[in-house]
């Protein structure tokens, strides 16, 4: 089985050789990459050129659009009947086109998604951000724990979907934030079948500073409300769960000038992260920094969410967005 490889770029002329470099030591090669500059003006035309005749790759340029429409472009130049997704942030292990071409020819699936993992080598931000994107103790605890799992949502940084699932839905919508689970919904509401492949991991780098990462959940907090809207009965009760957890701590913080104990409660909940994180992750710093992307993860989410409870619920107004133009700074 052979594999399009597309990859979305938005100013990441370092991270795409990154990428690029982890791509040229897989087991196996039977697969194209594909860049896509989404309007970038730190191109990565040359960096490509540093791999052309090591790996097959097409690099094109397109005006910005977003990551999932810059996807389709990507999709409408494959060569190949399956295609897999990636964020430019990715570094790939070396055996991840083994482990996929393995698991589709042990039970073919329309699409799958697989976990992602942190490298010795990322930052302490990195590693921390990382860990409130996989813990248990946030909203992570989703992303890539257990083996069987129904109506699994693929996220774009690492999934994969067949040409004719992918044709047949349309592509990507045009949501900017979001764009990745309306995806996997539309698949899963045509009945196409996705699986979560626990063995086809990659090491996300996200993002670089906490600024940028409150972003991130800020949006996904009101990508939230839009799903809700496009995918009646999408909405679950852990999406909720930041909401509350914000709420609930505007209540212990107001209610402890009265009662102080209650500070015991967003204490008990840090000392928690802090001890998780370091048995995870063996390092005081990046247990400390874990508490901090674990708070910023849930109040971002949380406060964004609410957000569009009362824009688009409440007030009825139309899909919006806060930090879309400005994302990436």
Known sequence: MYFSIIVPVYNRPDEV???LASLCKQTDRHFEVIIA??????KCDTVVEKYVGRIPVIYFEKPNSGPGQTRNSGAERANYDYLIFFDSDCIIPPQYIENVSRSLENRFVDAFGGPDAALPTFTTIQKAINYSMTSFFTTGGIRGGRKSMDKFHPRSFNLGVSRSAFDAIGGYGKMRFGEDIDFSLRLIENG???ALIPEVFV?????STFRQF?????N???ARINLHLAHPGSLKFVHILPAVFVEGMV???LLSFFYPILLLVPILYSALVLFDSLGKNKSVKVALYSIAAAWIQLVG???GFLSAVWKRLVLKKGEFKVFEKRFYE
């Open 37 to 42: 500059e989404d309007g970038s003006t730190q």
């Open 192 to 194: 196409y079948e996705t």
């Open 17 to 19: 050789d990154e990428l």
């Open 203 to 207: 090491y996300h780098k996200r993002r």
């Open 214 to 218: 409150f972003k991130q959940v800020y």
């Open 220 to 222: 996904s907090g009101i």
């Open 251 to 253: 209540w212990i913080i």
């Open 301 to 303: 989410y949380g406060t």
